[in-house]
Nanobody, 123 residues
């Protein structure tokens, strides 16, 4: 099993920045990619970004590309999401995820999920 614990969520004003962190533990070598999903209030969870650490490849949702950056520290088993130029539409609960195979934008592609951390962006 793999355990994921997010941190760094906060309430900020539009235009601000936040850096989310995810601490991974357990059999992390069994996963092939990690990423972030978010769930806005009253909406379904949506894919934000994915990283394949072995390949150094990253993918971003169009809504965050150019503003967010995903990174992973393999030595510390941590995942990060740097969020810049935050907008009210970025508000939601952000989840750290890890998976083995599947489409990166599909929730079903991620076997492991953290509890989430809340991000609130005010106008």
């Amino acid at each position: 099993q793999v355990q994921l614990v997010e941190s760094g969520g906060d309430s900020v004003q539009a235009g601000g920045s936040l850096r989310l962190s995810c601490a991974a533990s357990g059999y992390t070598s069994s996963t092939n990619y990690m990423g972030w999903f978010r769930q806005p209030p009253g909406k379904e969870r949506e894919w934000v970004a994915t990283i394949w650490p072995r390949d150094g490849m990253t993918r971003y949702a169009a809504s965050v590309k150019g503003r967010f950056a995903i990174s992973q520290n393999s030595a510390k088993n941590t995942l990060h999401l740097q969020m810049n130029m935050l907008q009210p539409d970025d508000t939601g609960r952000y989840y750290c995820v890890a998976g083995i195979s599947g489409l990166q934008y599909s929730p079903s592609a991620y076997k492991y999920w953290g509890q989430g951390t809340q991000v609130t962006v005010s106008p």
